[in-house]
């Protein structure tokens, strides 16, 4: 193995979904993020994060809604 190869850094990209729009995002690269019933949710930009916080359980599973 090469010195090169030794200092290489594995980067993982965890991709998830705005449960407003569905759009796919990278979690570190989130425009917000929401916590509700012990669940981070994650959003493409401020828009979703509000409509998000106003109404979160029009947009998550345990509202029986998807």
């Excluded at 759009?23 to 993020?33: L, N, S, V, Y």
């Amino acid at each position: 193995m090469t010195k090169e190869e030794t200092n290489m850094k594995t980067t993982t990209i965890t991709t998830v979904k705005d449960p407003v729009c569905g759009m796919d995002i990278e979690a570190a690269a989130a425009a917000g993020k929401s916590d509700f019933n012990g669940q981070a949710y994650f959003f493409c930009g401020p828009t979703c994060k509000e409509k998000f916080d106003l109404h979160p359980e029009e947009f998550t599973a345990s509202s029986g809604k998807a």
